[in-house]
């Protein structure tokens, strides 16, 4: 007993002493490599990418580009039974830049191939034995979250800096971007994009994944560090060290973009037996003050763009807060099982101000919410600017103030028989400190509205039905071709017990 106790000793020891080994060998390629590339590449020109493919690839349409399906049984890692899985995407239809995909393992690095015989071309008539150069668009990364026997797809990059991923339970909504250059600016939006990823090739016994990016753009360059944790509310640490070749107007950090159509707050432009159309309902920001900020998103008739400044913040996001089916009705969609996404900063970000950007759509195919950090000091092109934030991807467990919240947000006309030009909003908050006071207890709402508004009701009883507290408010624009905005907060013995409503009602 005591030689087979020493013999599994020697052998437990000597695998250790291995995995120490290939881990320190493994990790030789770090973050400061790719962030010296980003510097490198700052201080040259840009040069913009070659985008010309065989043109069966180039003027596919979305149909035939998602015909082409990367075939689950060439996996990368499926052959050593890893816990990651990488598949890829080709490239064709907009699709059209190169991504250089590479791996960190043991043996250095080493760039990973695009195979023709890895993609099943479905329906597409192709010989890509007279192809050159075409190579992959992104990757997609696999992962068990929602049972032991499958590897669910985690988290995909794909399109310039855009990212998305899922936690337990959740269906893909609304993206993460790298980086977000002179969003609704007249003079144009600049679109960086990851150029290159090295993947740290995991062990067998990884619970999280590492990957590093390469950004670059004609007037921004980045070097980027994910790690990925996938699980019930997936999350991503990120690191980021920024480069300017020249000034930029807006630096967009830690950029999220989704799309709202309509809601119980925005009536939708046609009939539709579905009641709500949404990735997100609302931008969520948790300011440096420690106050809690809900802004319900909308769908306006032009551009509308507003702001939340503070200093050092704690967090902001755009949350999909309502997950009841009935409210969506759509079987295909699964409205309701999109994923909110939060932003965390680590460190101290300094001033500036969280942006909303909402541009109108005609349809639920256009992403038309962008939301992201915009910090007072810009960086001086060729100086670094380094930053961390968290991203998680939320359902069941997601970012809220811990006392009160707005459940829902319902504009229309009210009980009144005779119309009079106002407007009325229903609110409901709902919370644990809401749910320890009695119906009979002392609170008020306490609304403020700017000059174009005024404020003509404002009561606040319980919801017998929901356990709730509902706020009535009706208003009176002043000026039809300007916004009202408002705000709002539950408040018990001049103490504020919820966060606060901030609305915007756009011109008529």
Do not use: C
Not at 87 to 92: E, R, V, Y
């Amino acid at each position: 007993m005591l030689v087979f106790f020493y013999n599994r000793w020697v052998g437990y020891t000597a695998m250790m002493g291995f995995f120490l080994l290939w881990s320190q060998t493994a990790f030789s390629f770090d973050f400061n490599d790719v962030a010296k590339r980003a510097e490198q590449l700052a201080a040259s020109p840009y040069k913009k990418p070659n985008a010309s493919l065989p043109k069966e690839l180039e003027t596919l349409d979305y149909d035939k580009f998602r015909d082409i399906r990367f075939k689950p049984d060439k996996s990368h890692w499926r052959s050593a039974n890893l816990p990651f899985e990488l598949t890829f995407f080709h490239q064709g239809w907009h699709y059209n830049l190169p991504v250089k995909i590479n791996e960190i393992n043991s043996q250095g690095v080493q760039e990973i191939k695009l195979d023709p015989a890895d993609f099943d071309y479905g329906a597409n008539k192709f010989n890509p034995k007279e192809w050159k150069d075409v190579g992959f668009s992104g990757f997609r990364v696999h992962f068990p979250i929602n049972t032991p026997q499958y590897k669910d797809e985690v988290l995909v990059f794909l399109g310039a800096s855009y990212f998305r991923a899922l936690g337990k339970g959740q269906i893909y909504g609304l993206s993460a971007r790298g980086l977000a250059i002179d969003t609704a600016m007249s003079s144009g939006e600049e679109f960086p994009r990851f150029v290159e990823f090295w993947l740290e090739r995991p062990s067998m016994f990884s619970k999280q994944l590492v990957i590093y990016g390469l950004l670059d753009s004609p007037r921004a360059t980045g070097a980027y560090r994910f790690v990925l944790n996938p699980g019930a509310n997936t999350t991503m640490d990120v690191t980021a060290r920024l480069v300017l070749r020249d000034s930029v107007g807006k630096l967009g950090i830690a950029p999220l973009t989704s799309m709202y159509f309509f809601g119980e707050n925005h009536r939708p432009p046609n009939e539709d037996f579905r009641p709500e159309v949404h990735d997100s309902d609302g931008l969520l920001v948790h300011t440096g003050s420690d106050e809690w900020l809900w802004r319900p998103l909308i769908n306006p008739k032009r551009l509308l763009t507003t702001s939340f400044t503070t200093t050092n913040p704690r967090g902001f996001g755009l949350m999909q807060r309502d997950r009841d089916f009935g409210h969506y009705e759509d079987l295909e969609t699964r409205y309701d099982k999109r994923p909110s996404t939060w932003i965390e900063p680590k460190g101290n970000w300094g001033p500036g101000r969280v942006e909303l950007v909402q541009i109108p759509t005609p349809d639920e195919t256009n992403d038309n919410i962008v939301a992201y950090w915009l910090p007072d000091a810009l960086p001086k092109p060729r100086v670094p600017y380094q930053l961390e934030y968290r991203v998680s991807w939320q359902k069941e467990a997601e970012a809220r103030p811990p006392s009160a919240w707005v459940v829902q947000t319902r504009r229309g006309y009210s009980y009144s028989r005779h119309q009079d030009g106002s407007i009325g909003l229903i609110l409901d908050f709902d919370g644990p400190a809401l749910r320890k006071m009695s119906t009979e207890a002392k609170m008020e709402a306490v609304v403020s509205i700017d000059d174009n508004g005024q404020l003509l009701e404002n009561t606040l009883y319980p919801n017998v039905v929901t356990g709730t507290w509902r706020q009535s408010i009706r208003v009176r624009r002043i000026d039809n071709d300007k916004p009202i905005e408002l705000r709002s907060y539950l408040r018990s013995n001049n103490t504020a017990i919820s966060e606060t409503w901030s609305y915007i009602l756009p011109p008529e």
